[in-house]
């Protein structure tokens, strides 16, 4: 049970990540500001690995290359796609397309790692889709507006943040889910170092203080939380706690944004709230 705990506990952390996304998207360069969060979450998780006595591990090649391809598509490409995205598509917008996660999460545990959902499980993810549908279902033009361009790259991301979260489950090394972390964390550094160059320009403290927020939470401690659930929970059974994110976006909208919670809101949490319900029955 505790580890289903941290799952929907990174999920709900990562879910913020859309209202300081669309926040960066329009007040600080892209690149800069990933390097920056990367390295504010790679010096978290590493001053918790010395309080914890823990020493970085030492990986066999082929490990090194899965961590890699995996801090590619989730610590990267991920944020690239969104953000992108974000520019031109609303948050309701990004949040259905967003709701496909838990579908396309059990799709990949199928192909991937050949895991087989039951029926209950394949409903869960539905459900949970379904929840997140409900929550975002504004139809005005307002809410729907975005380009097509914004919507295929926020889709994009949502591929990529499902083939990072399951890669845990393909990474059959005995590292922990600290340590991974970390390495997750500096491979994003690296990867936006050479473009942050670029970009280098006084920030106020503002745009520090969410990027310190990016870095402590929706690294170091989402990556973390969900990492070490993941290793202990079948994807399958995970699949319906990735729609706490979108869910998650909404209410820290509303909190943060001054946007106003509807029954939409309320109907889309207890749908996604059933389908955690059903995913982690036996």
């Known amino acids: 049970m505790k580890h289903h705990f941290f799952l929907a506990s990174a999920m709900l952390i990562v879910g ?5 996304g669309k926040f960066i998207a329009l007040n600080t360069p892209v690149n800069l500001s990933m390097f920056l969060r990367f390295a504010v979450g790679s010096a978290a998780l590493y001053l918790f690995m010395f309080y914890r006595g823990e020493k970085p591990l030492r990986l066999p090649l082929k490990s090194v290359l899965l961590i890699g391809v995996q801090a ?13 995205g974000l520019k031109t ?17 059990t799709i990949l545990a199928f192909v991937l790692l050949n895991e087989k959902p039951g029926k209950l499980k394949i409903i869960a993810a ?4 379904a929840g997140v549908a409900a929550a975002n279902a504004d139809f ?18 949502v591929m ?37 160059a670029r970009e280098i320009k006084p920030l106020s403290m503002q745009e520090l203080a969410v990027i310190a927020y990016y870095g402590i939470f929706i690294t170091a401690a989402a990556y973390l939380l969900w990492l070490e659930g993941i290793k ?3 994807a399958s059974s995970a699949s319906a706690y990735t729609a706490v994110m979108p869910i998650s976006a909404v209410f820290t909208g509303a909190v943060f944004l001054g946007e106003p919670v509807m029954l939409r809101h309320i109907v889309g949490l207890a749908l996604v709230t059933a389908a955690i319900i059903m995913s982690g029955r036996k």
Request: charged share 5%; aromatic share 10%; hydrophobic share 55%.
């Open 16 to 20: 913020s990540s859309v209202t300081a």
């Open 72 to 84: 590619l598509t989730g610590s990267v490409l991920f944020n690239v796609f969104l953000l992108k």
């Open 89 to 105: 598509v609303s948050a309701v917008s990004s949040g259905i397309v967003s709701g496909f996660t838990p579908v396309m999460f």
């Open 126 to 129: 539905v459900t949970a889709s």
């Open 140 to 157: 005005s033009v307002a809410g729907m507006t975005g380009s097509a361009s914004g919507l295929i790259f926020v889709f994009a991301a």
């Open 160 to 196: 990529c943040e499902s083939l990072f979260l399951i890669m845990r489950r393909i990474i059959k090394t005995e590292i922990s889910s600290l340590c991974l972390s970390l390495y997750l964390s500096l491979a994003g550094m690296l990867f936006f170092a050479l473009p942050a």
């Open 232 to 234: 202990h929970v079948q």
